[in-house]
């Protein structure tokens, strides 16, 4: 179904992205691999993946802070692997801090990665799904962006401001085969909460499993981190054409976190 179908997925050297990245390979689909990583790593991650599968996968070093380089990543896919069907707008920062004392360059870049990137990703990729008729537009957004915590403003805002584009872009393009969706996931265990674990134990002096215990996981019902494994396959759903008729939604992933 997803055979030589081409995959963009940012930030996709580490946790979620990388995840997904195998779940779309093990599907028969090529993939743009991008994110920040070292040389040497990033072509150990690109080749496991391309000889485990048997497809293509190939690597944008692209900083999801500049316009320029997205443009180039979308325009490298297009030639490299033929089309761009399916974006993933993945990448994704978080900075932990009281609104009055909220760093203004540390906003700035969280708006930047986590929902202007996905504004330069998908204008440059839709005009491509419209000529082949054909496209699956899917942002990981989070339970944050359909609820709030303290001290996460910016994240917040570019979460909720992801859910909101999501929206647009598919009533924009809901005639031409294209879907667009986003994934809110809960806690998942990578990099990005690892270090919001160790930067609270540090802080108030705890273990680490008591702050994931009491702190991480208060807010989740099932009191368990949803999987990598599960969130990417939920995206490969998206992109299936059994999720034709979904669009414009907001897909919660979270252990019953928004319930509440
Ligand atoms: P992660 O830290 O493991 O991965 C983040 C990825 O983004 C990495 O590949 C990193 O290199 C890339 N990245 C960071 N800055 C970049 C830049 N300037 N240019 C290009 N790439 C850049 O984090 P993760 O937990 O896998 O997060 C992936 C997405 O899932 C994020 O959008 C995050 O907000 C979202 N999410 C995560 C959780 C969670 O609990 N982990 C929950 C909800 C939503």
């Known amino acids: 179904m997803l055979k030589e179908k081409s995959v963009v997925i940012t930030g996709s050297t580490s946790g979620i992205g990388f995840g997904m ?4 390979a093990a599907q028969g689909a090529n993939i743009m691999l991008n994110g920040l990583c070292e040389g040497g790593e990033i072509e150990k991650a690109r080749g496991s993946i391309e000889s485990e599968f048997n497809v293509k996968v190939i690597y944008s070093p692209a900083d999801m802070t500049k316009p320029e380089e997205i443009a180039d990543m979308i325009t490298d896919t297009k030639c490299e692997l033929g089309s761009v069907d399916v974006l993933v707008n993945n990448a994704g920062i978080q900075h932990v801090s009281p609104v009055d ?3 203004t360059d540390k906003w700035d870049q969280v708006i930047a990665i986590n929902l202007t990137a996905a504004f330069h990703t998908t204008r440059a990729a839709v005009p491509l799904m419209k000529d082949s008729g054909w496209g699956r537009i899917i942002n990981i957004a989070s339970a944050h962006g359909l609820v709030a915590s303290p001290f996460k403003s910016a ?10 584009l999501t929206k647009t872009v598919a009533l924009e393009t809901a005639q031409q085969g294209i879907t667009c969706n986003a994934i809110c996931p809960g806690w998942v265990k990578t990099p990005l909460v690892e270090k919001q674990i160790d930067a609270h134990a540090q802080a108030h002096d705890l273990p680490r499993d008591e702050v994931i215990r009491k702190v991480i996981l208060e807010r989740q019902p099932t009191k368990q981190f949803v999987k990598i494994e599960e969130v990417a396959a939920l995206a490969v759903f998206l992109a299936s054409d059994a999720a034709a008729s979904i669009t414009g939604a907001s897909m919660s992933i979270d252990g019953g976190w928004v319930a509440h």
């Not at 990245?21 to 779309?24: G, L, S, T, Y």
């Not at 994240?155 to 909101?164: C, P, S, T």
């Open 21 to 24: 990245a195998r779940a779309f």
């Open 101 to 103: 004392e909220f760093p």
């Open 155 to 164: 994240y917040i805002a570019a979460k909720h401001g992801i859910v909101g």
